[in-house]
């Protein structure tokens, strides 16, 4: 099984900030890793596919970039509406998620 | 645009049978290079994919849940099912359908989910 981790695990940010998250995986996933935005009581939603190709109709202030075992997730300007929980997903082999790293207010 | 709906029971007893369907509307469930998934969330705590399956009907699951889980496709109702067996309490999460779209090889993703259905095992 790949093992996926996320840090921080929770964080506190103002709009405006950058916010940049991590997800680490156990061995190499080359570039084969997603990114997803969960709100309270909503399905998660597809943020970006393959490390770093944004999906159709998200926010460009959204970008990714990694590859083998190291990933990023920045956020460059934080919108009252991206406060939420974040999790990674690696494609390579059985699909596993990463934690979580939640965001909200300071 | 595509859309799942999950539908089924909200408790199950301990010891019996999970049975969830996954309803899609706004396309074919045969159409394209798409698996279908069934992913799982407890309260409060992240996400457990369960398994996938194709069209043609061939199926992966979740080494974890393996010996437990059948997925099944009924393209004529544009629908997919699961059944976990011998379910516990610790089975109790949202349980999400979701389409998984694959581009290449390693290149899958989660693009499109239902709204998630809650079931409880408890006697």
């Known amino acids: 099984d790949i093992q996926m981790t996320q840090s921080p695990s929770s964080l506190s940010a103002s709009v405006g900030d950058r916010v940049t998250i991590t997800c680490r995986a156990s061995q190499s996933i080359s570039s084969y890793l997603n990114w997803y935005q969960q709100k309270p009581g909503k399905a998660p939603k597809l943020l970006i596919y393959a490390a770093s190709s944004l999906q159709s109709g998200v926010p460009s202030r959204f970008s990714g970039s990694g590859s083998g075992t190291d990933f990023t997730l920045t956020i460059s300007s934080l919108q009252p509406e991206d406060f939420a929980t974040y999790y990674c997903?690696?494609?390579?082999?059985?699909?596993?998620f990463g934690p979580g790293t939640k965001v909200d207010i300071k | 645009q595509v859309q799942l709906q999950e539908s089924g029971p909200g408790l199950v007893k301990p010891s019996q049978t999970l049975s969830l369907t996954c309803t899609v509307s706004?396309?074919?469930?045969?159409?394209?290079?798409?698996?279908w998934s069934w992913i799982r969330q407890p309260a409060g705590k992240g996400l457990e994919w369960i398994g996938r399956i194709y069209t043609s009907g061939s199926t992966n699951y979740n080494p974890s849940l393996k010996s437990r889980v059948t997925i099944s496709v009924d393209t004529s109702k544009n629908q997919f099912s699961l059944k976990l067996s011998s379910v516990t309490a610790a089975d109790t999460a949202v349980y999400y359908c979701?389409?998984?779209?694959?581009?290449?090889?390693?290149?899958?993703?989660?693009?499109?989910w239902g709204q998630g259905t809650l079931v409880t095992v408890s006697s």
């Open positions: 979701a389409r998984d779209r694959g581009l290449r090889f390693g290149v899958y993703y989660f693009d499109y």
């Open positions: 706004g396309g074919s469930i045969s159409s394209g290079s798409y698996y």
């Open positions: 997903q690696q494609s390579y082999s059985t699909p596993s």
